[in-house]
């Protein structure tokens, strides 16, 4: 039986990060992959905001477009515009940037083994049993970092729920959108999910939308959508995608004997838009650094402190986007409507443009409670509650 000092299960993203965290420092890594490519097929807008400079390597040659501002549609399209002087976000490739991280795994000295679709782990002895090959192996320690259906989470968790996303690649024929802003819809019949159209060229864009439906639903949402707007009677559908997203789950357990879990298999995703990378990406930093003083001192027990630093970074802003995105769901069309021109007329767009932001939403709420404008436009109980989050 082969021996490493870590494994990895999923050659995402977030796995491919922690990989190459971990490999930099002289560490033995192996990353299993089920699937034989990385990346593909795409299940992703692509959109992170401009922090990720921060939080991962991103080289220019992925970045497809970069985005400024957002339209914010209501029902009855009340539209609010927000902006900022430089971009606020970037429009990636992401099946390239998945591969790029990979390689920059594979450099630094991790085995990638695709085509290894783990089955069963023992969390106690580190052992891992590849089916499809047959094969076993052990580590020291075992991270899951396998997407939203984590074998490695069954393992001390309940399964995960998750909701449905899905997106077509639009070629608009003729140069008919704005590049620099991206659109978000919202419906009380897709609530506290949302529709997106984010350009990558003027005539090409990615339009999506998740909520809590199933694929024919969702398709059926994304046709109404186009059919309804003479802007997409020349357009046409180059390509569909679907894929799930995790429900944020504050009981999760993170860590567990030799196991650790992160990124969609750890339910990290912002529970206002489903984003999962940022996130990812920072608790990949967090939970190297956590394995990396394991496996130094021997001692596995040492994981458990990342579950602490991920609670105390983590756990109010992720409480107040998941109160929030209750509130959205609660609200019907007409509400929704309101909404927007209460919003409008409480000069929301300057104050979104100012303290909005794509990965941290609870400034923007504690502005809003601040100048009051919360309370005009949901009822003041639900404003309490919030506001009592950071009491
Ligand atoms: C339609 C859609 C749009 C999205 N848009 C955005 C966006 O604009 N911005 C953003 O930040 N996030 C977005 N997300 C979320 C984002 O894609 C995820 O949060 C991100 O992919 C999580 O990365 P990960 O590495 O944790 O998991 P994944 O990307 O899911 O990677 C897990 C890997 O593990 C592999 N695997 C699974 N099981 C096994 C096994 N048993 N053995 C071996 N390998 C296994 C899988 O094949 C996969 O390669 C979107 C999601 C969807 C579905």
């Not at 796995?15 to 420092?25: H, K, L, M, P, Q």
């Not at 008919?176 to 419906?187: C, E, Q």
């Not at 995790?246 to 993170?254: E, T």
Request: glycine fraction near 6%.
């Amino acid at each position: 039986m082969k021996k490493y000092d870590v494994a990895v299960v999923g050659a995402g993203p977030v796995g491919s990060t922690v990989a190459r965290y971990i490999a930099d420092e002289g560490y033995d890594v192996v990353m299993f992959e089920r699937k034989r490519a990385v990346g593909i097929p795409l299940q992703c807008a692509g959109l992170l905001g401009k922090r990720i400079k921060d939080t991962n390597i991103l080289p220019q040659q992925y970045i497809l477009n970069k985005v400024y501002g957002a339209y914010l549609h209501s029902p009855s399209d009340n539209i609010l515009k927000v902006s900022r002087k430089d971009p606020e976000a970037y429009v990636i490739d992401r099946v390239g940037y998945d591969k790029f991280l990979s390689e920059q795994a594979i450099d630094s000295g991790v085995e990638l083994l695709l085509n290894h679709k783990v089955n069963s782990l023992n969390i106690k002895t580190g052992e891992v049993l590849v089916s499809n090959t047959n094969q076993s192996f052990k580590a020291e320690i075992v991270i899951g970092a396998d997407g939203h259906s984590s074998c490695v989470s069954e393992k001390f968790n309940p399964q995960s729920k998750s909701v449905m996303a899905a997106q077509y690649l639009m070629d608009m024929r003729g140069d008919v959108f704005d590049i620099d802003n991206v659109h978000l819809y919202a419906n009380a019949n897709i609530s506290p999910g949302f529709l997106w159209i984010i350009p990558i060229t003027k005539s090409l864009v990615r339009i999506g939308l998740f909520a809590n439906m199933d694929y024919n639903g969702l398709n059926r949402v994304l046709k109404e959508f186009i059919q309804s707007d003479d802007l997409y009677k020349h357009a046409k559908i180059i390509k569909k995608y679907h894929g799930f997203i995790p429900n944020y789950d504050p009981k999760k357990n993170l860590v567990n004997d030799r196991a650790i879990l992160l990124g969609d298999a750890a339910s990290q995703v912002k529970p206002t838009t489903g984003g999962g990378l940022m996130i990812g990406f920072e608790c990949a930093k967090m939970a190297s650094t956590t394995i990396l003083r394991a496996l130094q001192l021997e001692d596995q027990s040492i994981l458990k402190e990342y579950e602490n630093s991920h609670k105390k970074r983590f756990k109010s802003e992720l409480r107040v986007q998941s109160e929030v995105q209750k509130i959205f769901g609660s609200l019907t069309n007409k509400d929704l409507d309101e909404m927007f021109l209460k919003l409008k007329e409480g000069n929301a767009e300057e104050l979104i443009s100012k303290y909005g932001d794509m990965d941290t939403q609870s400034t923007l709420i504690k502005e809003m409670i601040k100048n009051r404008l919360l309370f005009s436009i949901v009822p003041t109980l639900l404003t309490r509650r919030i506001g009592s989050l950071w009491k």
